[in-house]
């Protein structure tokens, strides 16, 4: 392979966390179990979500499709590594790593909108309780997911194709567990300026407005609090809110933990270590918030589980 030149390049490797081989076997048991957990936590969710009528909300609408986000985001780079660790290899196509970028970015992008949906939809709950239901329709809901996988797919394509357009000189060595876009926008051989300028421009313009936008809504809805007379309305007006602060605080924290830890340190695998937070502990423990935080979810979930326990006497029977 000559380097710079793109057609001929076919793998990446990817460094991971250590090269020790003792301690593979620990990181495929623990990433297995938090992918596990993930996929089971958001699953239940859903199926409680979509089987009790109480649930069918907005609030819990943009609740489950937040829960399929996470599920699609960790899958873009969990069962890739556990493949790596169980076969004792680094590498990844060319191929295969645009595809997980792609998709990285793609469902990234769903679950940082879709956030900034659920704020909006806390404004409009607490500040307009009245009108909620008409401003919250059924079209107006499915218009906003449907916006948000909308920006996220053309966000993501454009990052895509303008790697695409790069050259890699030979053995291309990443250190992350999964195809990052900058950590590959790094470590090509022909200039990179246009790609530096998009990922700036939809740092600030797609990751910079939802926060911007979550930020407005809580605003709002502090002030609407403020202004409740008895102190048992502000606890219940607010404790509406609590899970989906948990879970914005979560998000935008690990994610700004990761940026400020890999431009702060010279270890190169300190980024990988601090993305673990927001592509696998952040989806894992967003089920948890939710159920745990919720009177609904909990009851929602109590009688899926007892629902389930009848139809299994039923077979038995």
């Not at 250590?18 to 495929?28: A, C, G, I, L, R």
């Not at 911007?212 to 102190?231: D, E, M, N, P, V």
């Not at 509406?240 to 940026?259: D, K, N, P, Q």
Request: proline fraction near 3%; include cysteine; charged fraction near 10%.
């Amino acid at each position: 392979m000559e380097p710079g030149n793109d057609t001929q390049i076919s793998k990446f490797l990817l460094l991971g966390f250590s090269e020790e081989p003792e301690w593979q076997p620990v990181f495929f048991v623990l990433f297995l179990s938090m992918y596990l957990i993930t996929i089971l936590g958001n699953l239940l969710i859903i199926l409680a979500i979509i089987s009790d009528t109480h649930l069918h909300t907005p609030m819990y609408f943009f609740l489950a499709n937040l829960s399929f986000a996470d599920i699609c985001f960790t899958s873009t780079t969990v069962p890739k590594m556990l493949v790596n660790i169980q076969m004792q290899s680094k590498f990844i196509t060319y191929e295969g790593c645009i595809t997980q970028m792609y998709f990285f970015l793609l469902f990234g992008g769903v679950d940082d909108f879709l956030l900034t949906v659920m704020a909006y939809d806390r404004f409009v709950a607490i500040c307009h309780p009245l009108h909620y239901m008409v401003i919250m329709s059924p079209w107006l809901c499915g218009w906003l997911v449907l916006v948000s996988w909308i920006i996220s797919v053309l966000q993501s394509l454009l990052e895509s194709l303008l790697v695409l357009r790069l050259s890699f000189c030979t053995n291309v060595e990443i250190p992350h567990f999964f195809c990052e876009l900058n950590q590959v926008v790094q470590h090509a051989c022909s200039d990179t300026f246009i790609n530096d300028v998009v990922m700036y421009c939809v740092s600030v313009l797609l990751g910079g407005g939802p926060l911007a936008g979550i930020l407005f809504s809580y605003s709002k809805i502090l002030s609407s609090i403020r202004a409740i007379s008895s102190t048992g309305g502000k606890y219940k007006a607010f404790s509406t809110c609590t899970s989906h602060l948990s879970v914005v605080s979560l998000f935008y924290f690990t994610s700004i933990g990761v940026y400020f830890s890999s431009i702060g340190t010279h270890d190169a695998h300190s980024g990988a270590v601090a993305s673990v937070l927001y592509t696998v502990v952040t989806p894992m423990l967003n089920p948890f918030i939710y159920s745990l935080r919720n009177r609904d979810i909990k009851e929602a979930l109590r009688r899926l589980s007892k629902s389930q326990v009848m139809k299994g006497h039923l077979s038995w029977g």
